[in-house]
T-cell receptor, first 108, second 116 residues
Framework: GQSLEQPSEVTAVEGAIVQINCTYQTSGFYGLSWYQQHDGGAPTFLSYNALDGLEETGRFSSFLSRSDSYGYLLLQELQMKDSASYFCARGGNTPLVFGKGTRLSVIA | EAGVTQFPSHSVIEKGQTVTLRCDPISGHDNLYWYRRVMGKEIKFLLHFVKESKQDESGMPNNRFLAERTGGTYSTLKVQPAELEDSGVYFC??????????????FGEGSWLTVV
């Protein structure tokens, strides 16, 4: 299988740190990507992990553990504009397969 | 450089009618993908074109959906006749590589379809 599991909703306070987890099935897995989608907008690329470990891009970091079939997206210093849906997606020998998305609400 | 563009951005049609969605990929991208997101669910793969050929259409839900990419440039996705469950956002994406991940695939802003 190629499905991914991520929480449906997360709420966090402005300025805080939030972690969005994603587990995936390993068949044909190459790497894990993260996308952000604001309502009415296009999914936009945030981060990608092909190897185990942490990738850092500004306030966003992504982690992958291939042995655990698990990854997460870490958002630091949360801002109101970070309220959006976040999708993990697996790349492989087939087109991108997405999770159901995590709706992040940042509150004051 | 223009990104992936889609038209229309929003469409409301009655059950049984026909709708045609259009996608213009980034110039030079041979690979074009259609995805759909139904409210609260995953962004689900529908179909993959390489130039004008259908590389993978395993995600097309049924024969009411017809995708074309004549000439290997823009693509259309026709839904005929539309049903209520077809409502959702239809995303188009393009890439230069066949199995993209990370930042090698670019999405349009989607065509929001509401069937009433």
């Amino acid at each position: 299988g190629q499905s991914l599991e991520q929480p449906s909703e997360v709420t966090a306070v402005e300025g805080a740190i939030v972690q969005i987890n994603c587990t995936y099935q390993t068949s044909g897995f190459y790497g894990l990507s993260w996308y952000q989608q604001h309502d009415g907008g296009a999914p936009t690329f945030l981060s990608y992990n092909a190897l185990d470990g942490l990738e850092e891009t500004g306030r966003f970091s992504s982690f992958l553990s291939r042995s655990d079939s698990y990854g997460y997206l870490l958002l630091q210093e949360l801002q109101m504009k970070d309220s959006a849906s976040y999708f993990c997606a697996r790349g492989g020998n087939t087109p991108l397969v997405f999770g159901k998305g995590t709706r992040l609400s940042v509150i004051a | 450089e223009a990104g992936v563009t889609q038209f229309p951005s929003h469409s409301v049609i009655e059950k049984g009618q026909t709708v045609t969605l259009r996608c213009d990929p980034i110039s030079g991208h041979d690979n074009l993908y259609w995805y759909r997101r139904v409210m609260g669910k995953e962004i689900k793969f529908l179909l993959h074109f390489v130039k004008e050929s259908k590389q993978d259409e395993s995600g097309m839900p049924n024969n009411r959906f017809l995708a074309e990419r004549t000439g290997g440039t823009y693509s259309t996705l026709k839904v005929q006749p539309a049903e209520l469950e077809d409502s959702g956002v239809y995303f188009c994406a393009s890439s230069q590589v066949a199995s993209p991940s990370g930042n090698t695939i670019y999405f349009g802003e989607g065509s929001w379809l509401t069937v009433v």
